[in-house]
């Protein structure tokens, strides 16, 4: 959960401070903060082109479904990232918001999945919420601009995104 990069920390720290670096650890808390800075380039990908001037629908701010803890969240690290790159971010989700607003500047906040997406160039799921997954995918891209699905959390069949006219990109697939 969310006290799991935490946790690394302090036992990398308690390792180097008894002389016994573990190596192996430590390369575990490097691999998960660059895998959280790789969602953007993955996001850049799918579109094609460079971020700036383009509108990002972030779907899911919370660290995980069902909470409103947005502590190691990684839409910390994504939003940031695309605005520095000159994306207009528009955020969504059904718990965290009040919470993720608070540190995420800058963001347009919207009250449903929907509403993020409207007029998006490219709709991000950052969080495997059951309310996005039972998101009527042709809603979705109807209200869109541009006709990008980045799955971050493989929340959706790659055909099932196609056949609602989506150029799709998830995690492994």
Known sequence: GSCFPKDVAALIRTAREARSPLSLVEQVQTVNTERKIAMAGRIE????GPLAGKTVAVLGLAFKPDTDDVREAPSLTLIPMLQEQGAKVRGYDPHARENAEALLPGVVWC???LEAAKQADVTVVVTEWNELRALDLDRLKASMR???LVDLRN???PAQARAAGFTYA???R
């Open 155 to 157: 929340v959706y069949l």
């Open 146 to 148: 541009g006709n990008v």
């Open 45 to 48: 990908r799918a579109l094609g």
């Open 170 to 172: 998830g995690i492994g």
């Open 111 to 113: 009250t449903s999945a």
